[in-house]
């Protein structure tokens, strides 16, 4: 990460509430033998709420109550401009619709897109889902031995929301790199990069929608009405850019993360496979243990906030994966319990910004462990290789070689 300017840490604030913590760190993470581990040192080692000086200083919040109120509180803790460290203006060449926007303008924007991810409506696409995920797992059942991140849960979600947006399969591996990028590079300069390479192909797109319709979330989104007006490409731009970068990244690293926890749990894959009602309930819990997307989000004016003094401009990251292992709210946070009888997680986030896609991404998760169960036998860490997990907005695991029992 390029070197910053740090702004200096709120007048006043207590010394033992500044904690040096860059979550682009990928040494956090390795250090404490995993990103989910190193959640639950961070949860143990600060409080609810402290000041970074790193990545030029920000808020960090992660008790679950203090980040669901700040979550709440959008007049005071702002998506309109978000990064930490924070963009160059000129880098900000679209606002994504509807996460860039904060109420009222807010539901507007947010209820076309509703619409289309609806449970009933995610569901109707079950049987694509589960041919998908079929289809990987087949190519390598037979092998007993892969980086199950490269063959499967990489490619599973990504391939489903291509279709899903009306993109060209063969450009996977661009499509891939520029989302990574975007999301997890620390070199802010290709962070800027993908948005521009993004915003190019999406434009495109658009373009191709507007002159040729498909059946295509694309050429919904061109078809829309915001408030009674057609959507402009200047809209429908922000709007595919928000999807593109959402459903090429968050999904496939949420499901590495629970792929990584099955294979440390021989106990769990076996009474799963036995009890395969449970698997919905235990993706709920495994969602929760292994929260992926933090969030950022900028303070609007100087206030003092649960007693801390929050000023205008200040950066703050809302850290939903400490939240999730919060003690007050789940009894021994750090274990997955699928019998917790309340698993009421954030990790698709929480306020009027909860993640629109985490119906498809729920049918996808419980898909997967459905097929996994069936098709592969009792599967394991690989002793002699490493999994390689990556911090940044979307903490991302890069490689989950695995070995398993061929049936």
């Not at 509180?73 to 203006?89: N, Q, Y």
């Not at 792929?259 to 009890?275: C, G, S, T, V």
């Not at 007050?328 to 997680?345: G, L, P, S, T």
Request: glycine share 6%.
């Amino acid at each position: 990460m390029a070197t910053l300017a740090t702004k200096a840490p709120p007048q006043g604030i207590d010394p033992a509430l500044v904690i040096d913590y860059d979550f682009y760190d990928d040494e956090i993470y390795t250090s404490a033998g995993g990103i989910p581990e190193a959640m639950v040192e961070l949860r143990d080692a600060a409080p609810d709420v402290f000041w970074s000086p790193a990545l030029g200083g920000y808020w960090v919040i992660q008790g679950y109550e203090a980040i669901v109120d700040a979550a709440k509180s959008t007049d005071l803790f702002s998506s309109v401009k978000m990064g930490i460290p924070p963009r160059p203006e000129d880098a900000l060449m679209t606002q994504s619709a509807p996460l860039n926007y904060d109420p009222p303008d807010h539901a507007a924007l947010r209820a076309p897109l509703n619409k289309v991810f609806t449970p009933t409506q995610m569901y109707r696409r079950v049987d694509q889902i589960r041919n998908q995920a079929i289809e990987l797992i087949e190519n390598i059942a037979h092998l007993g031995k892969a980086d199950f991140f490269e063959t499967v849960t990489e490619q599973m979600p990504v391939l489903i929301f291509i279709d899903l947006m009306g993109l060209d399969r063969a450009d996977f591996k661009t499509y891939r790199n520029i989302a990574t990028a975007g999301i997890s590079s620390t070199d802010m300069q290709e962070r800027i990069d993908a948005g521009r390479d993004a915003r190019r192909l999406v434009a495109q797109c658009i373009r191709e929608r507007r002159a040729n319709p498909k059946d295509d979330l694309v050429t919904y989104i061109t078809q829309m009405e915001v408030n009674g007006k057609p959507v402009d490409d200047e809209l429908a731009l922000s709007y595919c850019i928000l999807l593109f970068f959402a459903g090429l990244d968050t999904v496939a690293n949420a499901m590495a993360f629970c792929m990584r926890y099955l294979a440390m749990d021989q106990q769990l894959q076996e009474r799963l496979r036995h009890e395969p009602e449970k698997i919905p309930h235990a993706m709920e819990e495994l969602l929760r243990r292994h929260s992926v997307a933090p969030v950022m989000r900028t303070i609007m004016r100087d206030e003092s906030w649960r007693g801390f003094n929050l000023r205008e401009g200040d950066m703050a990251l809302l850290n939903y994966p400490a939240a999730n292992i919060d003690e007050r709210v789940f009894d021994h946070a750090d274990k997955v319990d699928i019998d917790r009888e309340r698993i009421n997680h954030i990790a698709f986030g929480a306020g009027v910004h909860r993640c629109a896609g985490r119906h498809l991404a729920r049918i996808e998760i419980v898909v997967l462990f459905e097929e996994v169960l069936k098709r592969m036998g009792t599967f394991r860490l690989d002793p002699d290789e490493d999994v390689v997990m990556r911090g940044g907005s979307v903490l991302s695991i890069g490689k989950l070689p695995l070995v398993w029992d061929v049936l």
